[in-house]
């Protein structure tokens, strides 16, 4: 079995962030997004990967060569983004002769029961129960339950189910004539080829698609996504530091991930912060918060704000003389 995981794609929606950062390498409760990815794969037996790479794909190989030495890897360079059915077409010949094959979008965290998906007797895809389908690819049924149909954003969608990025595909060869297919013919939805009119193809062949509902799913590509699983994954045993080393002046409120050869001194962390490693904070308050590797903040008050790696915040000082009955407002933070 092999895993094609797609991080070619440039995380327009967390810009600037994403300028020099790749979206996968973001830190998510201590760890980058792309590492939850890895972990849970490598957790179910899989040591073949592919990655497709594209905007600052350089950082992502680094990451996976020096943090995943053991894994068998290869890269794919995805020289134009035309979507994710694309990318798994540009890298084809990479699994064109696998068993069976794990796909995992490279922007997605996800809490679900991966031995169950090894259960499946068919393939499989993950879904979740939203509120609006419109913005995503949508599952529909047949009466014996299993995949009827399914469709990229519809306008009038038919089922609340939406795919969250993850696909167990046990026919490769036909996932991969569908790709080959609708590429050579040019078949595209909103200008792209999406997975999901591959697969639609692969279910007019009479492929048999069942559905795992996934417990968690953060769909990485919204600053608020990103501060909503960090909290959640911070509450969870395992992901907050412990026996961290005294800070000069500080409180600490628990938890919060703290990385590496950090010097913070009279400021107060917490809860639900995760700073990287060489992060300088002094005379500040952080809560509710992710900051990058190498950042400096001082003299601020942060919450919900995510900071990119050797970022610089300095606060403004005030020397006031108040009077009597005097009301000041410098603006409450956002």
């Known amino acids: 079995m092999k895993a094609v995981i797609p991080v070619a794609g ?14 996968p390498l973001i830190p998510v409760a201590g760890k980058p997004i792309l590492s939850f990815i890895i972990d849970q794969l490598i957790g179910i037996g899989i040591q ?17 060569e020096h943090a995943y030495p053991e894994i068998q890897k290869e890269f794919v360079q995805q020289e134009e983004r035309l979507g994710s059915a694309h990318a798994l077409y540009i890298a084809r010949e990479y699994f064109r ?39 995503y690819g949508v599952v529909e049924f047949r009466e014996d339950g299993f995949v009827s149909r399914v469709i990229e954003k519809p306008r009038i969608p038919k089922s609340n189910l939406a795919m969250v990025g993850f696909y167990r595909i046990k026919e490769v060869p036909i996932l991969i ?27 007019e062949k009479k492929v048999e698609f069942s559905t795992v509902e996934v417990d968690n799913w953060f769909n990485c590509g919204k600053k608020e996504v990103l501060l909503e699983a960090n909290a959640i994954l911070l509450d969870r045993e395992g992901y907050a530091s412990s026996n961290l080393p005294p800070f000069d002046n500080s409180i600490i409120i628990h938890p919060v991930s703290i990385g590496s050869q950090c010097e913070i001194t009279n400021s107060i962390i917490g809860p639900h912060v995760t700073i990287g490693d060489n992060v300088q904070i002094s005379y500040s308050i952080v809560k509710d918060s992710i900051i990058g590797n190498f950042a ?3 003299e601020v008050i942060l919450q919900k704000s995510v900071v990119g790696n050797d970022a610089s915040i300095t606060g403004m000082r005030q020397s006031l003389n108040i009077g009597d009955n005097t009301e000041i407002d410098f603006g409450s933070p956002g």
């Not at 327009?12 to 790749?22: D, M, N, V």
């Not at 004539?177 to 193809?201: H, K």
């Open 177 to 203: 004539e569908s790709l080959e297919f609708n590429v050579a013919n040019n078949i595209r939805s909103e200008g792209e080829f999406p997975l999901t009119d591959a697969l639609m193809r692969m279910i």
């Open 97 to 135: 002769d696998a068993e069976e094959l794990m796909i995992f979008f490279g922007d997605a965290i996800i809490d679900m029961d991966f031995e169950r998906v090894l259960r499946e007797p068919t393939s499989c895809l993950g879904v979740k129960k939203v509120q609006d389908p419109r913005e």
């Open 10 to 23: 440039a995380g327009i929606r967390l810009r600037p962030l994403t300028y020099t950062q790749p979206k």
């Open 48 to 64: 073949e990967f592919v990655f497709v790479i594209g905007y600052l794909g350089e950082k992502i190989r680094d990451y996976v």
């Open 296 to 298: 400096s903040i001082k």
